[in-house]
T-cell receptor, first 110, second 113 residues
Framework: AQRVTQPEKLLSVFKGAPVELKCNYSYSGSPELFWYVQYSRQRLQLLLRHISRESIKGFTADLNKGETSFHLKKPFAQEEDSAMYYCALRPYNQGGKLIFGQGTELSVKP | DGGITQSPKYLFRKEGQNVTLSCEQNLNHDAMYWYRQDPGQGLRLIYYSQIVNDFQKGDIAEGYSVSREKKESFPLTVTSAQKNPTAFYLC????????????FGQGTRLTVV
């Protein structure tokens, strides 16, 4: 089965605290994984993808094939990070469709 | 101004009526997608199209129909057969090549009254 699980519906932290948004996947093959973010009243946009191995807005995510995880991390959260975050998997050779997790709402308090 | 445009932003429909949501892109992307977003359920794929005049069902296609007569347009019709149509609908497009990202529209919120 192809599935993405984000166990936390809501994550609330204080500004400056570390953040980790969890994502686990189920996929028989080499996954292509993404994190998308949706800020209030804005469209869903790509935050980062595992193949590029880059840091965007201070966020990083490492693919752990042994644990089938792709957790999103940031060492020091900012108030502007408050948004809805979705982890997504793109199966190979299935038309480019994305399988999304349920989403985690991150709230960063001052 | 390049991008992907969905209209209208808000749509109200009476029970038993069909309604069509518009999605247009000027990015020259081959592939287009329709997702449904519900609180606590993430996004679920309704239909997708990789080329003009061809489309495939996604995970929740029942009660929906699409057409792809032009590369830049991928309208979604929510029919009266859809049992729970009130939701936020997102359209996306993507260049057909490898390692390309999907771009999303602003969404249409459909409410059945």
């Amino acid at each position: 089965a192809q599935r993405v699980t984000q166990p936390e519906k809501l994550l609330s932290v204080f500004k400056g605290a570390p953040v980790e948004l969890k994502c686990n996947y189920s996929y028989s093959g080499s996954p292509e994984l993404f994190w998308y973010v949706q800020y209030s009243r804005q469209r869903l946009q790509l935050l980062l993808r595992h193949i590029s191995r880059e840091s965007i807005k201070g966020f990083t995510a490492d693919l752990n094939k042994g644990e089938t995880s792709f957790h999103l991390k940031k060492p020091f959260a900012q108030e502007e990070d408050s948004a809805m975050y979705y982890c997504a998997l793109r199966p190979y050779n299935q038309g480019g469709k994305l399988i999304f997790g349920q989403g985690t709402e991150l709230s960063v308090k001052p | 101004d390049g991008g992907i445009t969905q209209s209208p932003k808000y749509l109200f429909r009476k029970e038993g009526q069909n309604v069509t949501l518009s999605c247009e892109q000027n990015l020259n992307h081959d592939a287009m997608y329709w997702y449904r977003q519900d609180p606590g359920q993430g996004l679920r794929l309704i239909y997708y199209s990789q080329i003009v005049n061809d489309f495939q069902k996604g995970d929740i296609a029942e009660g929906y129909s699409v057409s792809r007569e032009k590369k830049e347009s991928f309208p979604l019709t929510v029919t009266s057969a859809q049992k729970n149509p009130t939701a936020f609908y997102l359209c996306a497009s993507r260049d057909g090549g490898l390692n390309t990202e999907a771009f999303f529209g602003q969404g249409t919120r459909l409410t059945v009254v």
